[in-house]
Each structure stands twice: as C-alpha cells, then as structure tokens.
C-alpha cells in the first residue's frame, strides 16, 4: 500500500540535519523526495565517513531519497531548476536569508513556475530582526534560545557545556517543517493555493522550553524574577559562569517546588542508574509505599518548599531517599516500582537500544543493506491505513542525477550538455 503523501514529490535543497530530518520524516510518510547536493555532496557525507562519501549520520538522516547532484552556483544549474520545479510540489531549503535569493530558488522567484508550491525555509534566527543574517547552528541555538543554560551544565573548566546527546533545536525544527508541509498540502488540496513555511532554530529552541520562556508576572515576582536578580548580582561583581548558574540555582527550587524533585529526577543505585518520573500525587504516594518513606513530611498537600525550615526538611529526605536507592540493583527496583504502578525507568545507554526488547517488540528498528547491513531508526509514526517507513537506504552520491532528469522531460544530449558545463555532476 502506499503512504499517505504517495505522489508527493518533494526538491530538497538541505544539510546537517533540520532539512534532512524534515524530508527524512516526508519520505516515511510516502513523499519522493529528491536530495540534492552540490558536487563533492553535502558535509555531513564526510563527518566520520567509514568509506569516502558515507557516514552513519547521513545514512540515518537521509534514507529513503534519491540523490542528485546540482551546482546551484551556476546559471545554467539554476535555469534547470527553474525548468524542472514545475514537477515537484514541495521545496525544502535549510540555510541563511539571501542564500535562497542568490542562488536564484527563493519562494518569491519559484512560484513563477509552480504557483501552488509548498516552500519550506529553516534559518537560523528567522527572516527579519537584528540577527537576521547570523551564521546559525544547533550550538547556537542551544545557546541563544536559554536552552543550554536552561540544562545548566557546567564543563570541567567552568564553561558553558552544550547539549550533546541530541541536536534539539535540529530535530525539533525538521519534525515541524514536515508537520507544517503536510498540513499546507491539505490546504492546498481544499483551496489550490500554495504557500511559504518558515522556522528557524531558535524558534524551535524556544518551542522546547515555553513554561521557562514564558511570562506571567504575578508569579515570576515571588520565583523566577528573585532569581534573575541574583543572576544580574553575580554578573555586575564580576562572576564566572559557574556561578551565575549556581546563583540561578534548581528549576524546582526557584519555583518552590524543591521537594517535587524527590519523585522526579535521577538516583544512583547499586549497579547504575535509575529515573524516577512522578507528575501526580498519586505517583508521589506510590514511590513513597516502594521505597518506605510514607512518613515524608513533604506528603502533606500544604507543604511549602520556599521556607528555610522545610527546605531543610527536603534537603534531609533528598539524603535518606538516596541512602535508600543504593541498597538495590535497577533491575530489583524497577520490579518493586512496578508493582506499585509507579513511572520508573533504568538510564539506559543509546548504544544499547538498537537491541532493546521493548524496541525490537514494537518494531522501531528497520535493517537496510547499503554498504554492508545496518540497522536504522524507523519512521516517528506509525498508521492504521497508510504505511510509513521506507524500504530503501540513502543513495551514493549523484546515483540518481540522470533518472530524475529524465522524469521531468531533460533528455540525454541536454544533461551531456550540462555536465561539460559543471552544471550537474
């Protein structure tokens, strides 16, 4: 059966990750997309490469497309793509504004030749603005947007410590892409009309962290606002990093909620590490029962955390919790948790998940040959009617440049021709 965008062609002109993710998570949902790459292929090819031109990171972000291979810096290259767009329905560009401008495929110059297009634009700060035209990453966003001062991770030498486990602001700006891309072809479908998508990694920074962002002056007076200002303190004297983070202190703490923290956040156990994630009463009551501590003066529905006295009393229960947890393995801890029906997870290690039961049992993992087997993460998705997922791996370098050609109406002596121009490789 096909999926639910079968038909969908897609031009994807990206790198690293925001657009590859958006056009990834198009593919399993049953677009053709077309990867195209400058000669020599995007960078990420390169990054930790096992043989010349493939790495795991592309792999994963990139299976699925077909590959062709465009100098979008040549005349001729950009008149072909003008003459070609009129065939696909979807545009997906990653980089910085006045690159789409200069390369001849910004929305405003496309248009004329696909009216209805669907174009979607990720940059780093967004069109507009005093950092408009800022060279932006991941990193930058983390650091921008508050989100790796959020983390409050402090390295070895007292610097800032971004995020290294996943690229948030990336991901979370390419699931939004693809989730605006179909909403638009919906719209399209009902009215006819095309239309232009933005976001951008700070946006999608922001998005990650709203109750942090947000405003609301009646509490932020009493909480946040006390702890701005012993930030600003620190500052003004001359304070590091480390401790402008120490000065802002725990999320919880500042919102008087210190002794949440019991039942949610991580415990050292005997043979690794466990998370506890209470978000109810009835979750806090349940841990409580499992760990024996029903005499937690923090149980009462009452219970202030702001004043110094019951701080001390949190502070006190943090120790005895943690001298608890150390007394049993993950395994022999999560059972008693479970019992309970209380949320309990061992921290597992990525490397390991590949091969996790829950994940095998549920199908996440699918296995492609390209340069040998290897095993990817599958589609975000799954559907009751329309299959997600694609069978098929990313693809070398150019493998397809000819095959798309021809599909929109560029005959053998004009790609010949194009590539003794360096238009095409």
């Not at 590959?67 to 990653?94: C, K, M, W, Y």
């Not at 019991?262 to 499992?290: E, H, W």
């Not at 022999?332 to 490397?351: H, L, Q, T």
């Amino acid at each position: 059966m096909p999926g639910p965008l079968d038909g969908i062609k897609v031009f994807e002109v990206s790198q690293i990750v925001a657009g590859p993710y958006c056009g990834l998570n198009l593919v399993d949902l049953g677009a053709d997309v077309i990867k195209v790459e400058p000669p020599g292929g995007e960078g990420i090819r390169q990054s930790g490469g096992f043989v010349p031109g493939e790495s795991k990171g592309f792999h994963s972000l990139n299976r699925g497309k077909r590959s062709l291979v465009i100098d979008l810096r040549s005349p001729d290259a950009q008149e072909l793509v003008h003459r070609i767009i009129g065939g696909f329905d979807v545009f997906v560009i990653n980089a910085r504004p006045g690159v789409p401008e200069r390369l001849r495929v910004d929305y405003e110059t496309l248009k004329q030749f696909r009216p209805d297009l669907i174009y979607f634009e990720n940059t780093g700060f967004g069109r507009g603005g005093p950092s408009e035209f800022r060279s932006g990453s991941d990193a930058v966003a983390q650091a921008y947007s508050g989100l790796l001062a959020g983390d409050g991770k402090v390295d070895e030498f007292g610097a800032p410590e971004i995020i290294t486990a996943t690229a948030p602001a990336d991901f979370h700006a390419g699931l939004a892409g693809a989730m605006a891309i179909s909403a638009a072809l919906f719209h399209r479908e009902r009215t006819g009309k095309g239309q232009f998508i933005e976001t951008s990694l700070l946006r999608a920074g922001l998005a990650l962290q709203g109750t942090r962002v947000g405003k609301l002056p009646a509490l932020d007076a009493q909480t946040t606002d006390v702890a701005l200002q012993r930030m600003r303190d620190v500052q003004a004297a001359g304070g590091s990093y480390k401790e402008l983070v120490a000065a802002r202190g725990n999320l919880f703490d500042a919102m008087g909620r210190a002794a949440a923290r019991l039942f949610y956040g991580g415990y050292a156990v005997k043979d690794g590490g466990v998370i506890l994630g209470a978000l109810t009463p009835l979750n806090r009551d349940q841990m409580r029962r499992a760990i024996g501590v029903e005499d937690d003066p923090t149980a009462d529905p009452e219970f202030d955390s702001l004043p110094p006295e019951n701080r001390k009393l949190v502070d006190e229960m943090l120790e005895r919790i943690r001298g608890i947890m150390m007394t049993k393995t993950m395994d022999e801890w999560i059972e008693i948790f479970d019992r309970e029906g209380a949320p309990i997870s061992k921290v597992n290690w990525p490397e390991d998940m590949a091969d996790d039961p829950q994940v095998e049992a549920m199908g996440y993992m699918i296995d492609l040959e390209l340069t040998g087997s290897e095993r990817m993460v599958g589609p975000i998705v799954s559907m009751s009617e329309t299959p997600t997922g694609s069978d098929r791996p990313s693809a070398p370098l150019g493998r397809h440049t000819d095959e798309v050609l021809h599909e929109h109406g560029v005959d053998d002596a004009e790609i010949a021709r194009l590539r003794e121009l360096g238009a095409i490789a």
